[in-house]
T-cell receptor, first 116, second 112 residues
């Protein structure tokens, strides 16, 4: 069965420091996609970054990068130069790409608080 | 550009009352549409998804139903709400099942 594990329920980070949010996954699929979403306290779910299992390079989007280690089945989100507006819940999610299942498997989330 | 609208933002309903939450997408055709529920402090649970008009798949048996009367309209309904239906409901769309899903602002539903 597919599973996403986010082991950090909460993190406090000083403003301007880099942040790494952990995500490990379990799947028997050969082809899959990994997603990171941000959910501020207002509730909307904001897509941040995507990594395909066959992508050879780590995905990057502005200050966000994904540290993808396929052999270790980890897909950690790295936020460089954190800002106060980065305070939010962060969710890692995954789905297989070769089957007809539309369901995204979600982690429990990490609450990130940026301290001024 | 594509946008997704979801309303109402908040809703307080008595137990046993009906429910209708609406979601519309603009700027794209034939999107995949999704309804999720999120309990407080938890991840998302997929309730329904739709790949086309009139095509609804249910992921979790429950007191809710969904309909897609138009290409870019997705409706979540209930005939009689239960206390356990309280939560944060999110609508999302994607170009295809392999592409990222983009979410509306959500509806906070409280059942009294």
């Amino acid at each position: 069965a597919q599973k996403i594990t986010q082991t950090q329920p909460g993190m406090f980070v000083q403003e301007k420091e880099a942040v790494t949010l952990d995500c490990t996954y379990d799947t028997s699929d050969q082809s899959y996609g990994l997603f990171w979403y941000k959910q501020p306290s207002s509730g909307e779910m904001i897509f941040l970054i995507y990594q395909g299992s066959y992508d050879e390079q780590n995905a990057t989007e502005g200050r966000y990068s994904l540290n993808f280690q396929k052999a270790r089945k980890s897909a950690n989100l790295v936020i460089s130069a954190s800002q106060l507006g980065d305070s939010a819940m962060y969710f890692c999610a995954m789905r297989g790409l070769m089957d007809s299942n539309y369901q995204l498997i979600w982690g429990a989330g990490t609450k990130l608080i940026i301290k001024p | 550009s594509q946008t997704i609208h979801q309303w109402p933002a908040t809703l307080v309903q008595p137990v046993g009352s009906p429910l209708s939450l609406e979601c519309t997408v603009e700027g794209t055709s034939n999107p995949n549409l999704y309804w999720y529920r999120q309990a407080a402090g938890r991840g998302l649970q997929l309730l329904f998804y739709s790949v086309g008009i009139g095509q609804i798949s249910s992921e979790v048996p429950q007191n809710l139903s969904a309909s897609r009367p138009q290409d870019r309209q997705f409706i979540l309904s209930s005939k009689k709400l239960l206390l356990s239906d309280s939560g944060f409901y999110l609508c999302a769309w994607s170009v295809s099942k392999d592409q990222p899903q983009h979410f509306g602002d959500g509806t906070r539903l409280s059942i009294l």
